[in-house]
């Protein structure tokens, strides 16, 4: 059989940066699955793009070399921007990595998935057709109402898979995906995967790029490792996976959480108590959402607690109302075994010391315009502890000299642990982590899971941890909160949980949840 | 003098009709008939439609036009003035006795609030319709510049008809004898006047019988001077005037251009000093001010022999005019003797002249709508020059509301605002003496404007402008005129600067005049060249 | 019911600026020295006589209390009667009436003329491919900024000079509203305009079409120009129309130099005449009208702005994520 | 010693190019030649901008006057110079009363309660639909012409548009989540204003208004346009720039220089605005 891709010594240049891709060989056959993993800034994305002669996107105009460079069967080294576009669309379909925003806000869905259609001239009545089937074929529900929809009116599940809808559409011979399942919850994510899987079982080629080594393995036929631009291993994707060769592979599977931890020997005394916690939002247009809804939960000190549950459940919801960022309708919160939730702000304010929020996004959460050191002495200021804000950077292992630095000079997992290590200036007693790890590297994650159970192994603060990663919380936690609109769907200790999963939602998460077969 | 110079314009064969475009700079009247208000865009304007009892010539000579004759009597106090012969105005209303008296009457009315034309009349007590032609004027006391008065084109003859259809219906369009009829007025755009196919009242200016040569006029409101140039240049329009001194040179030195200069009559444009109130009300400062200003090189500069420096208190073009050069040289040291003699002894430390802690401030307002760029750039010249001796001088730009509230008269008693000014003022004949610096003039009318601005309040002039307007005889009238003028130039009450500017250019147009009275252009001889 | 919530605002809105104009213009032209029985009573420094003046005095109830008359001028503009001219004797409704449309014209056609120079300037900025073209890009940025600060009367001048001055190409006057003479005016107005247009443009069109949607457009076959006309004109539109409402309040600010420049007729002139003549029934009549006119194109922009954006039409101001009242159970 | 110097020069200078590019670098030259000349004009033209000369009039620009005289044989040179101080004022004295109106009118409504917000907003809105020469004739026609009048009419004109971006950005960063952390910090609400919000909404604003003085520049020369600008014999461009259109055509140098002076100052303004508002952080 034919390569639809057969590339040979591509190499990517950007002027003032360098090589970012030097010397990378591809062969894909149609029907197969070729996983391309790597660390971030690998060049996956750089050789995503290349493969459609649009590697110089967003920034300075790329230089591209390439021995051989075929393309669903065509040479297109040396390809001129009109040849190019022939191929786009039609032979070779994009699935870019930042999903949320590759869809028109300002069109509707439909028109975006038949772009590919109208650019080639095909009749509105068939564009419609083959988009509804192409909309179907990508796993969404009631294809005519989201063709009729626009891009902000759809959840992020629903967007990218009607980006994956707009790039097989017009039924292309290649499909190239990157990261296609990122920020998508782990159901969500597994029906993407299964949809790519009857593409590829129906005779289509995907270029999978993805740091999620899971849904690699569940996808990938083979699988290219890259590292610093260059091909550093490559091999069938049950090889590579169970038996890596390079260091970086390796890394990276070492990466993936794993295991349990065992649990807590002696409970401590309740620091966070919630009880019937209720929580109602208007809609815009009338109607409402229960975020949550009779929700109680008790975190001991030394215990380290996992909310997971579907986008939406309300698990930042409760995170928000437990460190009274937010007002229940109905219930209340203990703090120490103290009134918390119903006190005015004013009384609340001197004990706030006590419960700290790392909230799922760090970078917004510090003011651009200080300092590392400036954050963290405003911190100490604030709850009046006597650490120093070198010790507090000495306990999240970053190095003094990050101190001087900004907020956006520092890299997602530097961020992640200077928000750590601001909450901790308090000494507090409760850690509430939204989503601490769900935007970080593989590798970059592990070491944050790493430090956090290290640091309650020291300290002893208790730890509530949302998290939409079955794995994470394992990995970190002891007990467990299943939620599912807005409800506690079931709770129990991790290995219980894990064993002998009770509600629907558990099982299915689970499952979902593809492990990664040990080293 | 009066007429325009005829040089013909650059080639074109004079053809008869079409329609001439005149720009004008003037602000828009809000009313055309002249009797109401009376200024000098409405002079300008109605010209065109109305025409006075008498004319005047070049030589300042009253000569018939709507009136035939005129006879006074030994007191001076009755008039008889004969009527052309079956004259009718353009609605077919007959130009008779009755109509005459209707619009003295129609002046004098406070409805019509009219400025010029009202001061003109004044005198008139009765209007006695003799018959049909003849009409008898009763005057309270001798006014030997009624004739004058009546030759201005406030004090033009409109259809009783029109003046009684009321005001705003008699603004929108006066019914007149003139060569033209007002036919449209769109605001702040054109008015349109066409042709008197019957016209009959040819008037000193006019050079054939029977109806003027063009069809139609278009009369546009263009503030702008540059615009106004640019316009003239690219053939829009035919004439323009209030040209900016530059624009008539280069239209001298060219060909396709005519320049047509017609002072106005009356006043000759001059700073007026405020002598009713420190520091003005001491001759010598007055002097020190005249002595120091030095004005010559920058009328030359500015104007570049567009405007002659005057050095009396009429214009160039009244016959009766006194001239004085050697009061007015600049004589920077003896400004000084004469401040320091006047108590102004001390200097401040931005240079300026100090006396028991005052400074010696001249305020200045000047009013954006009459004064034009170049006199603009003077007055800062003269604030410059005078600054050397110690004057300050505040120059304020106003518009016209805000230029007339800085000079009324305080309303109890108090100060005036202003220490010197220029303000223009049009009068055919030397009796404008009487209304610029009698003592009468300094009593303010109820809207607090009075003519006076140096407040001259001399009782030796008084008596002698007094008697000059009472005698007929030409003779000693001069002579009476002449000592006033005399007093007032000694007295270093005003700073004469130039005639009051009056420049037209024209393209494409040949035959416009401008009449003797007040210098409006008249078109009753123009022609278009193709 | 959105739309007519939006609606009574938008009313709300032009009550209050009713209000505030006829207010701010009462006090402002009567402290401002010159008497209006004079502007009545034929312009500045006539000699009207006493009983006259008595009688204007009367007549237009200038001789009572400043209090009741504010309170007459707010009761006559809050109703919209605007009252008959002091100067020129006729209706202020009449007057502005003649000059509306004539201004209009010319404001429309300037914000027009600045759309297109922006949109060409914008698209060749975004389109420029080579050397030379990126250089002339960059050229054309320094014009851009060159353009917004020019003053109109330097412009208009400098336009005229060369145009109808020199070349005689065109009318240095406007007095119509045929293209020819429309032309000059709309120009001087349009280039400022036009230049800070240029700039938000070209702005958003550089960001929407780096932008993720607009890769994905192209990696589907669409030209630069497909992506330029189907996606990223239509989001560097968007601010630029909000920019509009303010580019016309601009252009009507301009306009007042403009007119007065070519002779135009029109309600900048209008009010500049007036305002000389302390008329305030035309002074307040005028800035009514142009507030009252801002008030209308900005919610012209405002639905146009949904029109081109679907996400602004369901947005309706921030409904509460306000508890609704402590309950402890 | 001299080799560190020149070291920590080039460095600083490279630091500039790079934050603000060559644009930017030009244009904040010409702002601080503009400012020498506005502080300390004596430095650049030793002459007396107000000293008359008649008998040179006109000059064209030569060995005799540089950029040559005007209708009263004054050094249009000088006059440039020592206009910038006035002129560069002017910009800046409107700038501030529309700034200091803005932040009033921005904050108020941004933080006050809700009926505050939706009073302000309306003033914010009547504001913007008096436009700006509108404000400035019914204020010329109040106070009498002058520069004063100006700077207030057009400082009002534009204190709607501060307001308004002021309100947008204050709202955004009291929603931040970095004040929303400081809030479960404990931190007292008002130091998170002074510490937060003011720093985080006032240092965007300064990149709009080095944009707004030069557009200040510019509206007040419209004014003298229409005569109710500076008063003589004040060499404001605005006043030089309008004296010297009539001659346009015959002596060009007169709308040239300070035309060039109006335009060059507010590009290099507007310009040096862009680059900041581009770099301040955001
Ligand atoms: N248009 C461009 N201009 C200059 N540099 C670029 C450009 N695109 C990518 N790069 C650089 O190339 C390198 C590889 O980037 P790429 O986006 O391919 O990484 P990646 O492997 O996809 O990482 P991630 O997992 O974070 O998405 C990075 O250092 C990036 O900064
Ligand atoms: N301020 C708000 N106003 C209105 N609805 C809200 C608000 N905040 C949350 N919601 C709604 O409440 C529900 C729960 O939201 P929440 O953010 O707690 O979910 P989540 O479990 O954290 O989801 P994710 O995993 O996507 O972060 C959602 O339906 C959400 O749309
Ligand atoms: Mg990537
Ligand atoms: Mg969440
Ligand atoms: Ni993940």
């Known amino acids: 059989m034919s390569a639809v891709l057969d590339v040979a010594g591509l190499t990517v240049a950007f002027p003032g940066v360098g090589e970012v891709l030097g010397g990378v060989d591809l062969r894909l056959e149609a029907g197969r699955c070729l996983a391309v993993v790597g660390e971030s800034g690998a060049g996956k994305s750089v050789l995503a793009r290349s493969l459609v002669g649009l590697a110089g996107e967003g920034g300075a105009p790329a230089r591209v070399r390439a021995e051989r460079l075929t393309v669903a069967g065509q040479d297109v080294l040396g390809a001129d921007e009109r040849q190019w576009r022939a191929l786009r669309g039609e032979q070779v379909g994009l699935v870019l990595q930042d999903a949320l925003q590759s869809l028109d806000p300002l069109r509707t869905v439909g028109a975006e998935v038949g772009e590919s259609l109208a650019v080639r001239g095909v009749g509105r009545a068939e564009r419609h057709e083959r988009v509804l089937a192409a909309l179907a074929a990508a796993g969404l529900d009631e294809p005519a109402t989201r063709a009729a929809q626009r891009s902000d009116e759809l959840s992020g599940g629903m967007r990218q898979r009607a980006l994956i809808a707009s790039a097989i559409v017009s039924g292309p011979a290649l499909l190239v995906a990157d990261e296609p399942t990122t920020a998508l919850d782990a159901t969500v994510a597994r029906g993407v995967l299964e949809m790519l899987g009857r593409l590829r079982d129906a005779g289509t080629a995907i270029l999978l790029v993805s740091h999620d080594l899971g849904a690699v393995a569940r996808l990938a036929d083979d699988v290219v490792a890259l590292d610093g631009g260059r091909v550093v291993e490559s091999g069938p994707a049950d090889v590579v996976l169970t038996r890596p060769a390079h260091d970086v592979t390796r890394a990276l599977l070492a990466a993936v959480p794993r295991g349990s931890r065992p649990p807590v020997g002696e409970p401590g005394p309740e620091v966070l108590r919630a009880t019937g916690l209720h929580r109602r939002y208007r809609l815009p247009g009338g109607g409402g959402v229960d975020a949550l809804d009779d929700v109680s939960l008790v975190v001991r000190r030394g215990e380290a607690v996992g909310v997971v549950g579907e986008s939406g459940s309300g698990k930042s919801t409760l995170a928000r109302m437990l460190v009274a960022a937010e007002q229940p309708d109905a219930g209340r919160v203990e703090l120490a075994g103290e009134p918390w939730s119903e006190l005015p702000e004013r009384r609340r304010r001197p004990r706030r010391h006590l419960v700290r929020l790392v909230p799922q996004d760090p970078l917004g959460s510090f003011d651009p315009r200080w300092s590392a050191g400036r954050v963290l002495r405003a911190a100490i200021r604030a709850s009046g502890s006597d650490r120093t804000p070198a010790e507090l950077l000495e306990l999240v292992r970053l190095p003094p000299a990050t101190l001087g630095r900004r907020p956006r000079a520092l890299s997602g997992g530097q961020r992640q642990r200077l928000a750590i290590a601001r909450a901790l200036a308090a000494d507090p007693d409760v850690l509430v982590l939204d989503e601490p790890v769900s935007a970080l590297d593989v590798t970059v994650q592990a070491a944050i899971l790493e430090l956090l159970v290290e640091l309650q192994e020291r300290t002893g603060t208790a730890l509530l941890l949302v998290s939409h990663d079955l794995a994470v919380v394992r990995q970190v936690c002891h007990a467990v909160v299943v939620m599912q609109d807005g409800r506690v769907v079931e709770e129990g200790p991790v290995d219980r949980v894990w064993a002998e999963p009770r509600a629907d939602l558990t099982r299915a998460l689970l499952a979902a949840a593809a492990a990664v077969p040990d080293a | 003098g009066g007429g325009g110079d005829d040089a013909a314009t650059g080639g074109g064969e004079p053809v008869e009709g079409g329609t001439l475009v005149y720009a004008t700079g003037d602000a828009e009247p809000t009313c055309l008939d002249p009797h109401v208000g009376g200024n000098y865009p409405q002079a300008l304007i109605s010209t065109q439609y109305l025409e006075p009892l008498v004319g005047r010539d070049a030589a300042g000579e009253i000569q018939p036009w709507l009136a035939t004759d005129w006879e006074v009597s030994e007191d001076g106090l009755t008039w008889d003035l004969t009527l052309a ?97 007002v036919a449209e007025w769109v605001p702040q755009q054109h008015v349109v006047l066409e042709r008197n196919e019957d016209y009959a009242t040819h008037g000193p200016e006019a050079d054939h019988d029977g109806p003027a040569h063009l069809e139609r006029i278009e009369w546009r409101f263009l503030p702008d001077p540059a615009t106004r140039g640019a316009a003239l240049q690219s053939g829009e329009v035919h004439v323009i005037d209030n040209p900016e001194p530059q624009a008539v040179v280069s239209a001298e030195a060219g060909e396709e251009i005519t320049h047509i200069d017609a002072p106005r009559p009356g006043s000759v444009n001059r700073i007026e000093l405020n002598s009713s109130q420190p520091p003005f009300d001491d001759a010598r400062v007055r002097q020190a001010f005249v002595y120091s200003a030095d004005v010559d090189p920058g009328i030359e500069a500015l104007y570049q022999g567009v405007a002659t420096r005057s050095h009396s208190p009429l214009s160039s073009v009244e016959p009766m005019g006194y001239s004085d050069p050697s009061l007015f040289v600049t004589d920077l040291e003896e400004a000084e003797r004469l401040l320091e003699d006047a108590g102004w002894d001390e200097v401040d430390a931005e240079g300026y002249r100090v006396r028991d802690g005052e400074r010696l401030t001249v305020r200045f307002p000047v009013s954006t709508n009459q004064s034009v760029a170049a006199e603009q750039a003077l007055f800062e010249q003269v604030q410059a020059n005078t600054g050397r001796v110690g004057f300050e001088v505040v120059l304020t730009p106003l518009d016209l509301s805000a230029w007339y509230g800085a000079l009324a008269a305080p309303e109890d008693g108090g100060e005036n605002t202003y220490e010197a000014v220029s303000a223009p003022y049009t009068k ?103 | 019911m959105t739309v007519l919530r939006w609606l009574l605002g938008r009313l709300a809105a032009a009550a209050l600026v009713a209000w505030v104009v006829a207010t701010v213009v009462f006090f402002a032209l009567r402290s401002a020295g010159g008497d209006p029985s004079e502007a009545i009573l034929g312009g500045p420094g006539s000699q009207a006589s006493p009983e006259a003046v008595a009688g204007v005095r009367e007549e237009y109830s200038l001789d009572e209390p400043l209090v009741v008359q504010y309170l007459l001028q707010l009761g006559r503009t809050v109703t919209f009667q605007l009252g008959d001219s002091y100067a020129r004797r006729r209706p202020v409704s009449e007057l502005v009436g003649d000059q509306l449309t004539g201004t209009l014209v010319l404001a429309a056609l300037g914000l027009l003329l600045a759309w297109v120079i922006a949109l060409a300037v ?81 702005d958003g069109l550089e960001e929407a079409h780096a932008a993720p949607f607009a890769t994905t457009s192209r990696a589907r076959g669409a030209s630069e120009g497909r992506v330029l006309w189907r996606h990223s004109l239509r989001h560097a539109a968007l601010p630029a129309i909000a920019l509009s409402g303010w580019a016309f309040g601009s252009l009507l600010s301009g306009a007042v130099v403009v007119e007065t420049l070519f002779g135009r007729p029109g309600l900048g002139r209008l009010l500049i005449d007036a305002t000389h003549s302390r008329d305030v029934p035309v002074v307040i009549g005028v800035v009514l009208v142009i507030a009252l006119g801002y008030v209308v194109v900005m919610s012209v922009a405002d639905v146009l702005e949904r029109v081109v954006d679907p996400r602004l039409r369901g947005r309706v101001e921030a409904v509460g994520s306000a508890p609704q009242g402590q309950v402890v159970s | 010693m001299t080799a560190t110097t020149t070291r920590a020069e080039r460095t600083w200078t490279r630091r500039a190019w790079q934050v603000l590019g060559p644009g930017g670098v030009v244009s904040a030259a010409v702002v601080a030649l503009v400012l020498l000349a506005a502080l300390w004009p004596q430095l650049l033209a030793p002459g007396d901008p107000t000293a008359v000369a008649p008998a040179e009039a006109y000059q064209p620009p030569g060995a005799g006057a540089l950029l040559g005289t005007d209708a009263s044989g004054r050094d249009v040179y000088t006059r440039v110079v020592h206009g910038a101080g006035q002129s560069l004022g002017v910009g800046a004295l409107a700038t501030a009363i529309g700034l200091s109106l803005g932040v009033v009118l921005g904050f108020g409504a941004a933080l006050g309660p809700r009926w505050l917000d939706a009073l302000l907003s309306r003033v914010i809105e009547v504001l913007f639909a008096l436009p700006s020469l509108v404000l400035a004739l019914l204020l010329v026609a109040v106070l009498g012409a002058g520069v004063g009048p100006s700077v207030i009419s057009v400082g009002l004109a534009t204190a709607p548009g501060y307001a308004r971006i002021l309100r947008a950005r204050a709202q955004a960063v009291a929603q931040s989540a970095y004040v929303g952390a400081a809030r479960l910090e404990g931190v007292w609400a008002p130091t998170t204003f002074v510490r937060h919000v003011l720093p985080n909404t006032v240092w965007p604003l300064v990149a709009v208004a080095t944009l707004g003085v030069g557009q200040a520049i510019v509206w007040v020369s419209a004014l003298s346009y229409l005569g109710l600008g500076a008063l003589p014999p004040s060499p404001e461009w605005g006043a030089m720039l309008n004296a010297g259109r009539l001659h346009i055509t015959t002596s060009w140098w007169l709308t040239v220089a300070p035309g060039l002076a109006i335009t060059v100052t507010a590009a290099a303004l507007t310009m040096l605005g862009r680059r900041l508002s581009a770099v301040a952080p955001s």
């Not at chain 2, 105005?89 to 409805?111: C, M, S, Y």
């Open chain 3, 122 to 202: 914008a698209t060749a900025a975004v389109l420029a491919r080579g050397r030379v073209a990126r250089r002339a890009v960059g050229l054309l940025r320094g014009a851009e900024v060159v353009a917004s600060v020019m003053p109109h009367f330097w412009l208009g001048a400098v336009l005229i000079a060369v145009f109808a001055g020199g070349l005689g190409w065109l009318p240095a006057t406007s007095s119509d509203s045929s293209l020819r003479s429309l032309l000059l005016p709309a120009v001087t107005l349009a280039v400022p305009v036009a230049g800070f247009l240029g700039q938000v443009m070209r």
């Open chain 2, 428 to 530: 055919v004949g030397p009796d404008v003496l009487r209304t610029l610096y009698h003592s009468d003039g300094t009593v303010p009318a109820p809207s607090g404007y009075f003519a006076n601005l140096s407040q001259v309040t001399d009782p030796e002039i008084d008596a002698l402008l007094d008697e000059a307007a009472r005698l007929t005889d030409p003779g000693r009238r001069a002579e009476l005129y002449e000592e006033a003028q005399r007093r007032v130039l000694e007295g270093y009450y005003i700073l004469p600067l130039y005639d009051q500017q009056n420049h037209f250019l024209t393209r494409g147009v040949e035959g416009v005049t401008t009449l003797g009275t007040v210098s409006t252009p008249t078109f009753v001889n123009a022609r278009l060249t193709s």
């Open chain 2, 85 to 181: 012969d079956g004259i009718t105005f353009t609605d077919g209303t007959p130009l008779d006795a009755e109509a005459v008296k209707v619009n003295i009457e129609h002046l004098q009315d406070p409805d019509t609030a009219s400025s010029t034309g009202y001061l003109g009349v004044r005198k008139i007590e009765e209007v006695e319709p003799v018959d049909t032609t003849h009409v008898r004027f009763h005057l309270s006391e001798p006014d030997s510049a009624l004739l004058e008065s009546l030759s201005m084109q406030w004090t033009a003859m409109q259809s009783p008809a029109g003046i009684a259809r009321g005001q705003d219906e008699n603004c929108a369009a006066p019914i007149g004898t003139g060569p033209f009829v």
